[in-house]
C-alpha cells in the first residue's frame, strides 16, 4: 500500500466517524430536543425532563445554550463550556438560524468530533486497517453512543475533550521529543467542558514530561484558561468564581445509591457497552423523583434475557482478551501509560463519587475499547482474523440489542415526561429560575 493510498483510507475512515456520528446525533436531536428543554413558568427543579433520562441535566444543559444569564453555566465546574455551547448558537442565531437548530447543530458537531477523535485515536495506535473499521463499528454500537448521541447533555462533549487528548497522547508518543506548546493546548481542551477531566491533561503532561516541565504545563494552562474565563464575561452573566465549590457535591460522594463495587464495577465497565434492564430511578438527592425516571445502576449485566446476558459475557471475554494481549504482547509507551492511568483514575473517582455511573460511560467506555483494540492489533495473524470474526457477529447482535433497549427507554422516558409536565401547573408556579442552592442537582464529575 502506498503512502498516499494509507492516507486517502485514513481520512476517509475520519470522515464518515465524523459524519456518521453527526447525522445520527443530530436527527435524534431535532426530533426530541423539544423534550429536554425548559417549559417556561415551571420552576428549574420540577422541570419534567430534568434527571429523568438516567440521571441527565437535559433542561440546565439547553438554557447553558442558550441563556446569557443563566445559572447553569457553573464555569465553576465547566470552566469554558459557554465558548462551545452558547457561543456559536448566538452567533448562528445573529446568521439567521433557528435557535433550536443551532442547539441541535452544536451539540451534533460535539458528537461528530467525539467520534472522529476516537477514530484519529485509533489510527494514530494501529495504523489503518481493518481493526479500526470493527473497532468504529463498536463504538457506534455500544450503549454509551447509542443512549448518549440524541440527548442535551455536556458528557458526548467531554467524552470529545477526553478522545481529542487521548490522540494528542498517541501523536506524542509517535514523536522523539514531545510539543510543550501541543500539551498546554491539550491540558486546556481536557478542562474545558469539565473540571474533572483535567485528570486526563495532568496525566499527559506527567507521561511525556519531566516534572519541572508538567509543572510549567500546569502553571501555564492555569494562566491561559484564567484569561479565557474571564473573556467570557464579554457574552455571558458569570454567577460564581471558578474557586467557587458546591457544598451539595457531598450527596454523591460514597452514596448507598450507587451499590457495592460489583455493581460499580457493572455500570462503568458492562453497561456502558452492553445495556441491561431498565429499572425505576429514585435517588433520595434529589426531589419530586418518585421513581420517574430511568436507571441501571442495579441491573445485572445485559439483563435477564438470553440475549443480553450472552452480549455481556462476549464484551468481557473481548474487553479481558484484549487487556491481557495489551499486557502482555504490546511494547508499553507513554501513550499507554496513559491509558491505563486515565482508566484507573476513571474508576477510582467514580468508584467515590456518583449514583447513576450510566452517566458517565462517554467518559469511560472509549478508553475501554482503546485498551482492547491495542490488544487485539497485537495479537498474531491466526488469532487476530479470529478475533475480527467475532468482532463480526458481535457489533451487528450488540447494536440491534442496544437499539432495541433505546427504544424501550425512550418510551418509558416518555411516558414519565408526560406524566411529570401533567402533574406541575405552571399559573401556580414561580420564575423558571427562583434559585435554591441547597438542592441537589446531579454531579458533573
Same mark, same amino acid.
Given at each position: 500500500m502506498t503512502q498516499s493510498t494509507y492516507r486517502g483510507g485514513a481520512i476517509l475512515f475520519l470522515a464518515f466517524s465524523f459524519l456518521a456520528a453527526f447525522f445520527i446525533s443530530f436527527s435524534l436531536l431535532i426530533n426530541d430536543l423539544e423534550t429536554q428543554s425548559e417549559i417556561k413558568g415551571v420552576p428549574y427543579d420540577k422541570q419534567p425532563g430534568l434527571n429523568t433520562w438516567f440521571e441527565a441535566d437535559t433542561t440546565h444543559v439547553?438554557? !447553558?445554550?442558550?441563556?446569557?444569564?443563566?445559572?447553569? /453555566?457553573?464555569?465553576?465546574? /465547566?470552566?469554558?463550556?459557554?465558548?462551545?455551547?452558547?457561543?456559536?448558537?448566538?452567533?448562528?442565531?445573529?446568521?439567521?438560524?433557528?435557535?433550536?437548530? !443551532?442547539?441541535?447543530?452544536?451539540? !451534533?458537531?460535539? &458528537?461528530?468530533?467525539?467520534? =472522529?477523535?476516537?477514530?484519529?485515536?485509533?489510527v494514530l495506535t494501529l495504523g489503518h486497517r481493518p481493526l479500526c473499521w470493527f473497532m468504529q463499528a463498536l463504538f457506534f454500537a455500544s450503549s454509551f453512543f447509542i443512549f448518549w448521541a440524541g440527548i442535551c447533555e455536556r458528557f458526548p462533549m467531554g467524552g470529545a475533550t477526553i478522545m481529542a487528548t487521548a490522540a494528542g497522547a498517541a501523536y506524542l508518543s509517535r514523536k522523539e521529543k514531545p510539543s510543550l506548546p501541543l500539551a498546554?493546548?491539550?491540558?486546556?481542551?481536557?478542562?474545558?467542558?469539565?473540571?474533572?477531566?483535567?485528570?486526563?491533561? &495532568?496525566?499527559?503532561?506527567? =507521561?511525556?514530561?519531566?516534572?519541572?516541565?508538567?509543572?510549567?504545563?500546569?502553571?501555564?494552562?492555569? &494562566?491561559?484558561?484564567?484569561?479565557?474565563?474571564?473573556?467570557?464575561?464579554? %457574552?455571558?452573566?458569570?454567577?460564581?468564581?471558578?474557586?467557587?465549590?458546591?457544598?451539595?457535591?457531598?450527596?454523591?460522594? %460514597?452514596?448507598?445509591?450507587?451499590?457495592? $463495587?460489583?455493581?460499580?464495577?457493572?455500570?462503568?465497565?458492562? /453497561?456502558?457497552? $452492553?445495556?441491561?434492564?431498565?429499572?425505576?430511578?429514585?435517588? !433520595?438527592? %434529589?426531589?419530586?423523583?418518585?421513581?420517574?425516571?430511568l436507571g441501571v445502576q442495579h441491573s445485572s449485566p445485559g439483563g435477564t434475557g438470553p440475549l443480553g446476558f450472552s452480549l455481556a459475557v462476549g464484551w468481557a471475554l473481548l474487553l479481558i482478551t484484549g487487556a491481557l494481549s495489551w499486557w502482555r504482547n504490546t511494547e508499553k509507551t507513554p501513550f499507554d501509560r496513559f491509558l491505563s492511568f486515565s482508566i484507573l483514575g476513571q474508576l477510582g473517582i467514580h468508584f467515590v463519587y456518583g449514583t447513576e455511573l450510566f452517566l458517565y460511560g462517554p467518559h469511560v467506555a472509549p478508553l475501554l475499547l482503546l485498551v482492547t483494540a491495542r490488544g487485539l492489533g497485537a495479537l498474531e495473524r491466526p488469532k487476530l482474523k479470529l478475533a475480527l470474526l467475532a468482532l463480526g457477529l458481535f457489533v451487528p447482535l450488540l447494536a440491534l440489542h442496544n437499539l432495541a433497549r433505546y427504544t424501550q427507554a425512550r418510551l418509558l422516558f416518555l411516558h414519565h415526561y408526560e406524566g411529570k409536565k401533567e402533574a406541575v401547573s405552571p399559573e401556580a408556579t414561580t420564575k423558571p429560575h427562583a434559585l435554591s442552592p441547597e438542592i441537589p442537582l446531579r454531579p458533573s464529575a
Open positions: 439547553h438554557e !447553558a445554550f442558550t441563556n446569557t444569564k443563566a445559572f447553569w /453555566h457553573k464555569t465553576n465546574r /465547566h470552566p469554558l463550556f459557554p465558548y462551545v455551547s452558547l457561543l456559536p448558537v448566538k452567533v448562528m442565531g445573529l446568521l439567521g438560524v433557528p435557535e433550536e437548530f !443551532a442547539v441541535c447543530f452544536t451539540l !451534533a458537531v460535539g &458528537v461528530g468530533l467525539f467520534s =472522529c477523535l476516537f477514530a484519529l485515536t485509533l498546554v493546548f491539550l491540558n486546556i481542551v481536557s478542562l474545558s467542558v469539565t473540571i474533572s477531566n483535567w485528570m486526563f491533561g &495532568v496525566l499527559l503532561s506527567l =507521561c511525556f514530561f519531566p516534572l519541572r516541565k508538567a509543572i510549567r504545563i500546569t502553571g501555564y494552562t492555569v &494562566v491561559i484558561t484564567a484569561i479565557l474565563w474571564l473573556g467570557e464575561g464579554l %457574552f455571558i452573566e458569570q454567577l460564581e468564581s471558578p474557586t467557587h465549590f458546591d457544598s451539595w457535591n457531598k450527596e454523591f460522594i %460514597f452514596t448507598d445509591y450507587a451499590g457495592s $463495587v460489583f455493581q460499580k464495577t457493572s455500570a462503568l465497565l458492562g /453497561h456502558t457497552v $452492553v445495556m441491561p434492564e431498565i429499572h425505576p430511578y429514585n435517588f !433520595a438527592g %434529589f426531589q419530586n423523583m418518585d421513581g420517574k425516571g
